[in-house]
């Protein structure tokens, strides 16, 4: 029965937008997943995708699929890049990975605009100033 289901919250595992400088003197952002734990996440699966209104026009981006293999106690991902069009429409990470034997998923969702420079903190492990959702 659906009582007997455990659901394993997720803890100390966070998605962050983060601006780096580019050879070009411009922002490139990218998106990383940050393991704040000290348990070792294997099997990850990563599903991105965007989706909203800009300008009265419905945007949907790709979905994509991801998997790494496993990220260690303190150590973070580079998932992948994000462009500035993208930052008022929702992008939404779907993050699922094991510690041990048990599986674990949680959604992570930056709603429109909120990915800007005023909403930046200093991203633990990665050490780069970001956009944080735990």
Do not use: C
Request: hydrophobic share 40%; net charge negative.
């Amino acid at each position: 029965m659906r009582k007997d289901i455990e659901i394993p919250e997720v803890k100390n595992v966070a998605v962050a937008v983060v601006s780096e400088e580019s050879i070009w003197k411009k922002d490139d952002w990218y998106v990383y997943m940050v393991n704040l734990g000290n348990e070792v996440l294997k099997n990850i699966l990563v599903v991105s995708r965007g989706y909203g209104e800009i300008n009265n026009e419905k945007i949907n981006t790709s979905t994509l699929r991801q998997h790494f293999d496993e990220l260690g106690p303190q150590q973070f991902l580079k998932i992948e890049p994000i462009m500035e069009e993208v930052f008022g429409v929702t992008n939404e990470y779907w993050i699922s990975f094991y510690i041990g034997d048990k599986i674990f998923d949680k959604q992570y969702i930056f709603l429109p605009e909120t990915i800007k420079k005023e909403h930046f903190t200093k991203v633990p492990v990665v050490n780069k100033p970001g956009v944080m959702i735990k």
